[in-house]
């Protein structure tokens, strides 16, 4: 079957050279230098399996600021939550708007949400990756440190969606990324596996040696959404885990600190980290309302990269 349309799923559905047309897209968008409304007269379905804030409000604003319209459907309103199909979903959605984006549990709902709708298909998280979240994050560093190509980037903490995404990042871009992991915790192996090939992606077991010279140091909850029955268990895994100032002095002179949000200062970030010189975590969510801008205007407004 042929598709007339693109999704995005995961970072590497762009090439390298798309990720960087799409960034100054986004800028364009942020400095106001873009101002066309290629969603004019369409709508954006929005599934919400999880909580969101950023990822909703941005999603929803930015479709209004491109000229369209979104609906937020969270399972207490949509039959979804009540066991209909995601294939049925997926056909029904598309006679009536031009885009979807879900956020759920199972990356696997949303390829096959991807497979059965006619129209694209946008991840706003699952389990496994978080790629628009990692996209603001890349132009956050690009805004702050000029070209991500050359910098080096070290995760601490949990292997999760947010870690899986910034393997991908690195894999398609090529900039040095190192994560310290507890043991038990590692990112998904087959992602991973993938990336390590490439050289530029190591996994350590010490938050020192990771962040050693690197120019961004980001975290993210111990616990993620689904995972709340093992916050008591992953707090003793994960002791050591806490960037703070200490642990950010190790970093290079001028590195900058990343949090996707929510966080949970006195856990895996000090509130001196977060709320301190170094934290551009608000620019960062500011800038999902440009990615994803930029995102829509390609998938669905007729953009191209
Ligand atoms: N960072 C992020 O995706 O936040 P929300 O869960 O609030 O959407
Ligand atoms: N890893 C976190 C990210 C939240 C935006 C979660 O999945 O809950």
Not at 30 to 47: E, F, H, N
Not at 162 to 191: K, Q, R, T
Not at 275 to 301: C, F, T, Y
């Amino acid at each position: 079957m042929t598709r007339e349309h693109r999704d995005f799923l995961a970072i590497p559905d762009f090439s390298s050279a798309e990720l960087g047309s799409l960034f100054d897209l986004a800028e364009s968008m942020r400095t106001g230098v873009y101002d066309k409304k290629p969603l004019a007269g369409q709508s954006l379905a929005m599934i919400f399996m999880k909580a969101s804030t950023r990822t909703r409000v941005s999603f929803e604003v930015g479709t209004y600021q491109l000229g369209g319209h979104a609906l937020f459907l969270s399972p207490r309103d949509v039959q979804l939550g009540r066991g209909e199909p995601i294939s049925d979903t997926a056909k029904v959605l598309s006679r009536y708007v031009n885009g979807i984006m879900i956020r759920t549990f199972a990356h696997s709902e949303v390829e096959e949400l991807a497979r059965e709708a006619t129209v694209p298909v946008i991840n706003g998280l699952t389990d496994l990756l978080h790629p628009c979240q990692v996209l603001a994050d890349l132009l956050t560093v690009r805004q702050q440190l000029g070209e991500i190509s050359g910098r080096k980037v070290a995760w601490i903490g949990d292997g999760n969606n947010m870690a899986n995404s910034w393997i991908n990042a690195a894999h398609v871009l090529g900039f040095e990324l190192s994560l310290a992991c507890p043991a038990g915790y590692d990112s998904d192996a087959a992602i991973l596996e993938r990336a390590r090939s490439g050289g530029n992606v190591t996994l350590v077991r010490d938050p020192g040696e990771a962040v050693r010279d690197a120019d961004v140091v980001t975290t993210d909850v111990w616990a993620s959404m689904g995972q709340e029955e093992e916050q008591a268990v992953r707090e003793k895994a994960f002791h050591g885990f806490c960037v703070d100032a200490a642990l950010m002095s190790r970093a290079a002179k001028g590195a900058i600190f990343l949090h996707c949000l929510p966080a949970h200062r006195g856990e895996e970030v000090t509130a001196d980290v977060i709320d301190g010189p170094q934290s551009r975590v608000w620019d960062e969510a500011e800038n999902r309302l440009h990615i994803q801008k930029a995102i829509m205007a390609v998938l669905m407004g007729g953009e191209k990269l």
